[in-house]
């Protein structure tokens, strides 16, 4: 069965400091995406970046990036240069398939982020 | 373009009581979605819809039901009311970003019932 993992139930980081969420994924899938998600305090669901599971770099947005390593089944994201604006809890998520009908994702528990000044 | 927006915001129902959530996107998506998340349990997929007049079970359907009636619209309806369904319901619709599809999440609601 699909399964996202997030090990990492809260974490902390200075301002202006780097920080890497852990999230590793099970399938059997060939083809498939795996999503992150920002939840802040007033609960709305936010998309941060994508990554295909055929896509040969890892995916980059702005201050963030998914360091993506197939063979670990792995897609951790890191936040470069932390914002107090950044505290917030994170949701890896996986979908099932290719662009395929469904588009189903499957989340991880998350892990709540709190920015230090 | 309002995106996504679920009505009510917050609710309170009493055991038994029914009540309808309402969805609706201004995006002229085909694929609708109904989540619940729960503390330490991620987002779970309750029902989902492929279009207009489809709707189809995700991995919790129980004690709900759906409808799709207009493509804009999605309604989760819970007949009867249970303290285990307290919970945040989120509503999604899919879109195509040129590299993937997205879920784009709307606000909310805080349902809770004693």
């Known amino acids: 069965a699909q399964k996202i993992t997030q090990t990492q139930p809260g974490m902390f980081v200075q301002e202006k400091e780097a920080v890497t969420l852990d999230c590793t994924y099970d399938?059997?899938?060939?083809?498939?995406?795996l999503f992150w998600y920002k939840q802040p305090s007033s609960g709305e669901m936010i998309f941060l970046i994508y990554?295909?599971?055929?896509?040969?770099q890892n995916a980059t947005e702005g201050r963030y990036s998914l360091n993506f390593q197939k063979a670990r089944k792995s897609a951790n994201l890191v936040i470069s240069a932390s914002q107090l604006g950044d505290s917030a809890m994170y949701f890896c998520?996986?979908?099932?398939?290719?662009?395929?009908?469904?588009?189903?994702?499957?989340f991880g528990t998350g892990t709540l982020l709190a920015v230090q000044p | 373009n309002a995106g996504v927006t679920q009505t009510p915001k917050f609710r309170v129902l009493k055991t038994g009581q029914s009540m309808t959530l309402l969805c609706a996107q201004d995006?002229?998506?085909?694929?609708m979605y109904w989540y619940r998340q729960d503390p330490g349990m991620g987002l779970r997929l309750i029902h989902y819809?492929?279009?207009?007049?489809?709707?189809a079970k995700g991995e919790v359907p129980d004690g709900y039901n759906v409808s799709r009636l207009k493509k804009q619209n999605f309604l989760l309806g819970l007949e009867s009311a249970a303290p285990s369904q307290t919970s945040v319901y989120f509503c999604?619709?899919?879109?195509?970003?040129?590299?993937?599809?997205?879920?784009?999440f709307g606000p909310g609601t805080r349902l809770t019932v004693t």
């Open positions: 999604a619709s899919r879109a195509w970003t040129g590299a993937s599809y997205e879920q784009y």
């Open positions: 399938t059997s899938d060939q083809s498939y995406g």
């Open positions: 990554q295909g599971s055929y896509d040969e």
């Open positions: 998520a996986m979908r099932e398939g290719y662009g395929g009908a469904t588009n189903k994702l499957i």
């Open positions: 995006m002229n998506h085909e694929y």
């Open positions: 819809s492929v279009g207009e007049g489809t709707t």
